[in-house]
């Protein structure tokens, strides 16, 4: 089965492929396709992740697989969340964001540092599905002081596991593929789909 991600994120579509491997299913990144990325209007999680969905869709004639997912910090009223990609002003750039959060929390107590990843990712099986499969993950833990590890992307150097006692990027791809909000997601996902189908 093909499905096309309705994402031009190389970590993320690493990621997605990684989670997806043992399933049959081959997901080709939009961009692949020659699909520009949807523009993201919508106030929530779930609403951007259908309308990366339906762009995809719509676009290719593929069932498409998108998500949107994002950090949300309870010292900040759950900032960035939602703009968590562009919190600094420019969309992708990782290290800025990273500063201007780690800026923020500056001087706050390891208790007032508690932050989740939270991620939604929807399945359509074409454009107009009127039944999208939607399932969400979310990955609790804590903003640390400053980066640690080298691995995964975005906010993973300063977001802390404390089940593991390392931060995301210093995890093997495998284990956070396994425990992160997105991982939780794709199976709660997987589950949903093998009801549909059964």
């Known amino acids: ?6 994402s031009s994120n190389p970590g993320k579509l690493e ?8 399933t049959g299913i081959e997901l080709i990144a939009q961009s692949d396709l020659g699909v ?17 969905a339906r762009h995809a869709a719509a676009a290719t004639g ?26 600094s002003g420019a969309h992708g750039d990782a290290q800025a ?22 991620a939604v990712i ?12 939607i399932a969400e993950g979310v990955w609790p833990g804590l903003i640390l002081e400053e980066r640690r590890g080298d691995g995964g ?3 993973d150097p300063v977001f802390f596991d404390p089940q593991t006692d390392r931060s995301a990027a210093e995890l ?15 199976a709660a996902l997987r589950e949903k789909l093998l009801a549909a189908i059964g």
């Open 122 to 133: 929807v399945m359509l099986r074409h454009a107009g599905d009127p039944q999208p499969i």
């Open 62 to 87: 593929l069932p498409a697989l998108a998500d949107d997912s994002g950090i949300c910090v309870d010292a900040l009223g759950g900032a960035p969340g939602l703009y968590s990609a562009r919190y």
């Open 172 to 186: 093997e791809p495998s284990l956070k593929n396994r425990i992160s909000h997105r991982g939780r997601a794709l």
């Open 15 to 22: 990621e997605l492929r990684d989670l997806l491997a043992d």
């Open 97 to 118: 964001n990273i500063d201007k959060l780690l800026g923020a929390l500056r001087g706050k107590p390891v208790e007032q540092r508690t932050a989740h990843f939270y």
């Open 36 to 52: 520009g990325d949807a523009e993201e209007t919508a106030t929530t999680f779930v609403e951007n992740a259908l309308l990366k």
């Open 1 to 6: 089965m093909k499905l096309v991600l309705a």
């Open 153 to 155: 992307f975005g906010y």
